[in-house]
């Protein structure tokens, strides 16, 4: 859990009164040494910033994520309406979704309400 919660604080942070989600958190739980090529690539990073009062859902199954607001289709630009944060790219059982996707909200709640 403590490792879930630190790649949730490393990725959604509030800033100014907004949500700003890195959308690279997958790239770190994979490889941390693919994420200087991935910034070295134009655009080969991806930041959404959101209102406070977003919309967010935790998922569980193949890994866990929070997807953060709604989602907006593009199909010549780069346009989306969705921030998503990989925890855990490990799949997850019932049980262990019963356990950690509560507290996993918790920390949303608390890192929206600025603590």
């Known amino acids: 859990m403590p490792t879930l919660v630190q790649r949730l604080?490393?990725?959604v942070k509030m800033r100014d009164g907004?949500?700003?989600?890195?959308?690279q958190s997958l790239t770190r739980i994979l490889s941390p040494s693919s994420e200087a090529s991935v910034a070295s690539i134009p655009g080969g990073f991806n930041i959404s910033i959101f209102p406070k009062e977003t919309p967010w859902v935790v998922n569980c199954g193949i890994g866990i994520t929070v997807v953060f607001g709604n989602s907006i289709s593009g199909?010549?630009?780069?346009?989306?309406g969705d921030g998503k944060v990989?925890?855990?790219?490990s799949?997850?059982?019932m049980q262990e979704c019963e356990l950690l996707a509560p507290v996993i909200g918790k920390e949303i709640q608390a890192i929206l309400s600025g603590r």
């Open 91 to 93: 799949g997850v059982s």
């Open 75 to 80: 199909e010549t630009e780069r346009v989306y």
């Open 9 to 11: 604080r490393a990725s």
């Open 18 to 23: 907004l949500l700003m989600v890195d959308d």
């Open 86 to 89: 990989w925890l855990s790219t």
